[in-house]
């Protein structure tokens, strides 16, 4: 308990300061954006709110959004359930499947009834509000904001896209307690972190009004001051780098805690049962997050293609520098690391991938490969919890490796895209020092809301269904005791 403390404890020491700069705006929304917001984050905005002549969306941006909405389902069912699959132990296999198919069908479902207006609909700046309970007023006619200025997509289409963001994020910390928890605890610890967790953060990060509302000053001003509190702050998180990783790992964290280690745990075997399968999810995983990152842009434009670069080479960056480092001081390179360093360079260039350059793309996957190891192995052993598989020591240290350098790779004097002006609109001045320091802000307040809420929604889950599944289930495995079904018959 004292080093689980000890890390909520450790976010209070980030600093805190920033500018206000973009991130994704909500459907519903007037159009709005910050003098400091990228050309890169915007969310939608309803047809009533939208100029006069009725806007007409873009059919290639449209077409685009489509698939990148796909792309991201592909990576949860199945990318990530096969990653995590092949990770645990053959007894455990169609558990941990079940659980991140189930998550995901039930974060769908609670999106619509009112997770997409908690989100993005205004409201204050730490939740939205609930004008469009069960999608109420969202409609084939309506429409969404772009990160341009009189661009638009069908609402619907964001509506989806986001969505998917909501799912894998909550599917993302079952690997944390994988192997030794009740499912009926799964699924509500997901409705309740879903809730409290993830809409909250979803709304301070890309909560914003759309960059049509930006003329003036003024109505910069009046921007600012409806947006989310993060947005606000000026944290740059292109696709999720706190919303996404950093929220699930610290839920994970806090799990791995409060759950226990599993039974045998430094005393058996407990290596992964498939590394096959844990290969092929990696590969849907990458494959799969070209729609994550560059569908985060909402646009088929150059910035696309600019966050898809980014993906590609930051994650192959990483792959390498992880296996080098394995071969180097464990004397032979495994594919096991080759994997993991390939989601932790997606990870940590998932925060950073339509602000900055190549180049910048290519030092954050390489650090990232290298930071991450340490984080599955001498942080891991430092904090002493059972983190099955390695969620906070990759997901957590990637997204905040990833969400700070943003604020260094950002400039333009280092390849970076800058931070846009709305009123001049043009990129304008960038001054390092606080755009990190709004990084700062953003990857503080994740780490102490979201280790928090789950804190809380564990003890809730104890003490209403139970944790943990009682030993001699969990001796015999999850398959059997939990679902009845084994994944191999010998």
């Given at each position: 308990?004292?080093?689980?403390?000890?890390?909520?404890?450790?976010?209070?020491?980030?600093?805190?300061?920033?500018?206000?700069?973009?991130?994704?705006?909500?459907?519903?929304?007037?159009?709005?954006?910050?003098?400091?917001?990228?050309?890169?984050?915007?969310?939608?905005?309803?047809?009533?709110?939208?100029?006069?002549?009725?806007?007409?969306?873009?059919?290639?941006?449209?077409?685009?959004?489509?698939?990148?909405?796909?792309?991201?389902?592909?990576?949860?069912?199945?990318?990530?359930?096969?990653?995590?699959?092949?990770?645990?132990?053959?007894?455990?296999?169609?558990?941990?499947?079940?659980?991140?198919?189930?998550?995901?069908?039930?974060?769908?479902?609670?999106?619509?009834?009112?997770?997409?207006?908690?989100?993005?609909?205004?409201?204050?700046?730490?939740?939205?509000?609930?004008?469009?309970?069960?999608?109420?007023?969202?409609?084939?006619?309506?429409?969404?904001?772009?990160?341009?200025?009189?661009?638009?997509?069908?609402?619907?289409?964001?509506?989806?896209?986001?969505?998917?963001?909501?799912?894998?994020?909550?599917?993302?910390?079952?690997?944390?307690?994988?192997?030794?928890?009740?499912?009926?605890?799964?699924?509500?610890?997901?409705?309740?972190?879903?809730?409290?967790?993830?809409?909250?953060?979803?709304?301070?990060?890309?909560?914003?009004?759309?960059?049509?509302?930006?003329?003036?000053?003024?109505?910069?001003?009046?921007?600012?001051?409806?947006?989310?509190?993060?947005?606000?702050?000026?944290?740059?998180?292109?696709?999720?780098?706190?919303?996404?990783?950093?929220?699930?790992?610290?839920?994970?964290?806090?799990?791995?805690?409060?759950?226990?280690?599993?039974?045998?745990?430094?005393?058996?075997?407990?290596?992964?049962?498939?590394?096959?399968?844990?290969?092929?999810?990696?590969?849907?995983?990458?494959v799969g997050w070209f729609g994550f990152n560059a569908g985060s842009n909402l646009e088929a434009t150059g910035l696309a293609a600019l966050a898809m670069v980014n993906t590609l080479i930051a994650t192959a960056a990483a792959t390498m520098s992880w296996m080098m480092a394995e071969w180097l001081f464990k004397g032979k390179p495994s594919m096991l690391g080759a994997a993991s360093g390939a989601v932790a360079g997606l990870v940590a260039i998932t925060p950073a991938c339509g602000f900055v350059g190549p180049m910048g793309a290519i030092f954050i996957g390489l650090l990232a490969g290298v930071v991450c190891l340490w984080g599955v192995n001498g942080l891991k052993k430092m904090l002493g919890a059972d983190d099955a598989l390695d969620v906070f020591g990759v997901h957590g240290v990637g997204g905040i490796l990833g969400s700070i350098l943003t604020g260094v790779f950002v400039s333009p004097s280092l390849g970076g895209t800058g931070v846009y002006d709305y009123v001049a609109n043009a990129v304008g001045e960038f001054n390092m020092v606080a755009q990190v320091t709004s990084q700062l802000w953003g990857v503080g307040m994740v780490v102490i809301w979201s280790g928090a809420v789950a804190f809380i929604c564990y003890k809730i889950v104890d003490m209403t269904v139970g944790l943990r599944v009682p030993e001699d289930e969990e001796r015999e495995g999850l398959d059997i005791t939990s679902h009845g079904e084994s994944a191999y018959h010998y």
């Open positions: 308990m004292k080093k689980l403390l000890a890390i909520l404890l450790m976010a209070i020491n980030l600093g805190m300061s920033g500018v206000a700069l973009a991130a994704d705006t909500p459907a519903d929304a007037a159009p709005v954006a910050a003098a400091a917001a990228p050309a890169a984050d915007a969310a939608a905005v309803p047809a009533e709110a939208a100029p006069a002549a009725a806007p007409v969306p873009n059919k290639g941006d449209t077409a685009w959004m489509l698939m990148a909405t796909v792309l991201v389902i592909l990576m949860t069912i199945p990318g990530l359930a096969l990653f995590y699959g092949g990770l645990v132990r053959s007894k455990n296999m169609l558990s941990v499947l079940m659980q991140v198919f189930v998550i995901f069908s039930l974060i769908s479902v609670l999106w619509a009834v009112y997770g997409y207006s908690v989100a993005f609909t205004g409201g204050g700046a730490f939740f939205g509000g609930f004008d469009k309970l069960f999608l109420m007023g969202v409609t084939p006619e309506s429409v969404g904001a772009t990160f341009s200025k009189g661009v638009y997509i069908p609402e619907l289409v964001f509506v989806a896209f986001q969505a998917t963001f909501a799912a894998i994020t909550t599917a993302l910390i079952v690997g944390a307690f994988a192997e030794r928890i009740k499912f009926s605890a799964v699924l509500l610890f997901s409705v309740l972190w879903f809730t409290f967790s993830y809409l909250p953060m979803a709304h301070m990060v890309w909560y914003w009004d759309g960059p049509d509302a930006i003329t003036d000053a003024a109505s910069l001003d009046k921007v600012v001051a409806g947006a989310g509190f993060l947005w606000a702050k000026g944290a740059l998180d292109f696709a999720g780098g706190t919303v996404v990783h950093i929220n699930a790992a610290m839920a994970g964290i806090v799990g791995a805690f409060l759950i226990g280690k599993r039974v045998g745990y430094g005393k058996e075997s407990m290596t992964p049962h498939s590394l096959t399968m844990t290969m092929v999810g990696s590969a849907l995983l990458w």
